[in-house]
Each structure stands twice: as structure tokens, then as C-alpha cells.
């Protein structure tokens, strides 16, 4: 596409994510990857994490009004509450009302003779209903980014029948049942909202995803066919039924230009670059737990204290706010004396670097999506555990669909933490395990080469935007 900067571009695709990392991310890469195939990008932001646009100068930003910032601080202990808050401030009469007027005000831009580059839709985060109303109301097109893998969209999409089926509300008696409707599930995977304060608002929250996408010209997906192949398939052919055509396009850092600071909302320490080019290679485990997940004091310890125990070099991303109710935990005492020379302690990571880094080795991870996605992409055998959400989904995928992992399950506690980093560094089944997180990586690599599965689903992509604005197709006409 060298060149493509100085000519006119085709179309205007605007894109808005919800402004959390793990949602932030996908996003940016994605307004990068359709930049780079030859459209103009617009970003619609809250004020609440925003984006730094001078990382992005291809890219044009444009600021809507919210009130996410006082949704956020007023619930202290994250979790479903603070989704529940934060979804309604998404939902607000004034982020509709901005989007609504950043949205009409780019289709006049492109509506006038030689200038900007028509509107062609609004590409929104799977639960932004109102952005969405937003655009329908201006007859603009939207396509739905999923942040999830394909397996969660499905759960998400059935939990009429997780119900009518009584697989739940979960009870003790049933948590190993295999939900035989979506292998390899059992019941303990699933996140149950009969335990939320108000499952009713749970529920509702579930089901953004599958009435966004209902709503939409389109339905993208950040993962790739090797990966998900049956679920694809399934998600595929429910949607044809009602037209709805799906990208599969991931894993999104590999589809684009932008990279791991360009999305970074917390300033990454890159010190452990150069600690991890003094270890020997193939032998640290790199630990991190992501943007949101919370753990508790005794959780902090007892983790602390499994590396520790584990005698295996580490690098463990401590980010601020990580342990409930504490700005800026202090390890345990007699910690830093035992893993000393062994051990190295970062508030944020650049994980993209970390873990293409030779020498790690493991993948203590949450499983976020983007985390999890990452991982593969390296190559790197995963420790997980998953803490609510999607993240269970992934974890069961990653040891029992995937085997590319451990999934630790129940509490954590530090003698178990140990074995597990023991069996995963150096035990028989790490080895075996190690194999097929390589044949994985092999798989992802495979589908971002030029006749790829994900690079062709970009492109069919793009030639679907444009059909939004008249124009039949960008590759096929050789643009
Ligand atoms: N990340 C990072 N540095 C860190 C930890 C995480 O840059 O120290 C990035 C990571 O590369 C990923 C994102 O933050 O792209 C986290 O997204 P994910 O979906 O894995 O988890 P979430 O934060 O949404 O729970």
C-alpha cells in the first residue's frame, strides 16, 4: 500500500472503542489496519482514557463528552459493579447526543464537493448500544468489533439457554458438568450473574454483544480460523440467516502497524528489556494479570510467595491498583532478599516485547483476550488463571481445547502455585505442552502471510465498507 498517504483516500471509516486498554487496543489497531489498506480513520474518544493522538499521525481524533471518570470512582471495588456503572455512563443522553453530533458533523465534511472523504459507517465496541442508536439515527452502517473471542460471544449469546436448561444458576453439585452445548465448558466456567447483586442488569450487560451485532452490517472478530474454527463456523452460519457477514481478522497486533506503546494508556517500563537480556534464555516466566483484574491482600502474598518458592526467574508486572484498596502494594517482607537476582518487579510492562523475548519461557497470564492472543502469537506456554468473564472461557480453552496451558483453578494458595510453575517449566507435560504452543504460533503466523485467512478477511473487510459508500471493490479493482 506504499503510497497510498498521498492519494485521496476512498472512504472515512470512524471507529469508537470502550475506553478500557483491553478494548482500547483491539480498536486502535484495527483503525491502523484499515488506515494502511488505503481509508481515511476517524476515532471517536471520551475524555476517560483518551488516546493519545500524537502516537497516531495518520489517524484523526475527535473528543466526545462523558461522564465515566465519576462512574468509575464511585465504585471503588471494580468488578460486575463497576462494569454496570460504567455501562451506563456509555449509555448516557450526552455521549449519544456527541457521538451523534461528531458523526453528522463528518458525513457534512464528506458531503461537500472534493472534500473530505465520505463517511462510509461507525465501527463500535460490541456494547456501545447507544453510539450505535447514534448512527442508525443518521442512516450510517455500523460494524461491531468483538474484543472476545468467538467461544465467549457464543456464551454470552446463551444464556437464555444456560438457564432453561438449568446448567444455572450454578450449584455446588453441578460445577463439573460439561455444558455439552458448548464443549469444552462445564458449569464453573461459566460467569453466572444469579450472584450479582441484580442479575436481571447482568443479564441485560451479557447481552449486549449478540443486540449490537444483530443491529449491524457486520461482525469482526479479533481471533483467526486455526483458532476458532468451529465457533466461527457456527457464529458464521447463524448470522448468514440474517445477512450479517463476519471478519475474522485477528490476532490485530500482527494486522497492523500500530504497536504495543501506540496503544498503552500506562507508560511502559522497558528497563526489564534489558534485565531479560541478561538471563539465560528459554528460563523466566513473565507474570502479568492485565489492565482491571483485582486481587486481594492474602491473594498478593500468596503469590509472591509461589514465585518465590518456585526458584524460577520471573518478571511480575505489579501495576498500581492491582491489590483492592491499594494504591502501591508493598511485597512481602524477606521477598525481595529471596528472589533476589532472580526475580524483577515492574508496574507495566511492554508485554508485546516481553513475550516475543527469548527468554521467556511461561505465561502467567489472566487470560484476556489480548493477553491470551499475544501469548499464542509467541508462542509461549500459559499458567492461567482467569478471574471473571470472558477470562474463564479463554482459561478452559487454553488447557482443554488448546493444551497449550495449566489452568489453575480454586484458590490460590503458594504451594500449589509452585507445582504448577514447576509442572509448566519443566515437567513432562510442560515439554508436551511447549510443542503445541508451537505449532500454534505456527498456525497464527500462517494466517497474516499475504494469502492468509485474517489478511484476506481484511481485506473483505475494507470491500465491504466501501460497498457502504457505492463503491464495489477496492482490491479487486487494484487500487
Ligand atoms: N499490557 C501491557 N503491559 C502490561 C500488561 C498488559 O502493555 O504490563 C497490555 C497487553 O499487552 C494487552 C493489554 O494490556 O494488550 C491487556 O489487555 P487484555 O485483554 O489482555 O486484558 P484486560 O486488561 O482487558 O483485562
Redesign the pocket.
Known sequence: MAGVGRRRRAARVALMPLP????I?PMLQLAGALHARGLAVTVLHTAFNAPDPTRHPGLSFVSVPDAIADAVAATANGGADRVAAMNAAVEAPGLAEGVRDALASLMRLGEEEGGEPRLACLVIDATLTAAQKAASGLGLPTLVLH?CSAACFRLFGSYDMLYDKGYLPAQESNLLLPVKELPPLQVRDLFDPSKLPNKEIGLKLLNLASETTASSSGAIFNTFGALEAQELEIIRNELAAKRIPIFAIGPL?KLTSID?KG??L?N?DCTCIEWLDTQESGCVLYV??????NVTLDQFTEIAWGLANSGKPFLW?V?PGLVLGVEKPELPEGFECAVEGRGKV???????E?LAHSAISGFW????????L?GIFEGVPMLSKPHIGD?LVTGRYVEDRWKIGILLEGVLERGKIEKAITMLMEGKDGMEIRERAKDMKEKAQLCRESSGSSQQAVDNLVDRILSFSGISSFYSNGV
Do not use: K
Request: net charge negative.
Open positions: 478500557f486498554q483491553g478494548h487496543t474484543t497486533h504495543g496503544t498503552s500506562l511502559q502479568s494479570f492485565g489492565s482491571v483484574v508486572v501495576r515492574i508496574e507495566w510492562a511492554p508485554q508485546q516481553v497470564t489472566h487470560n484476556g483476550w489480548n493477553s491470551t499475544e477470562q
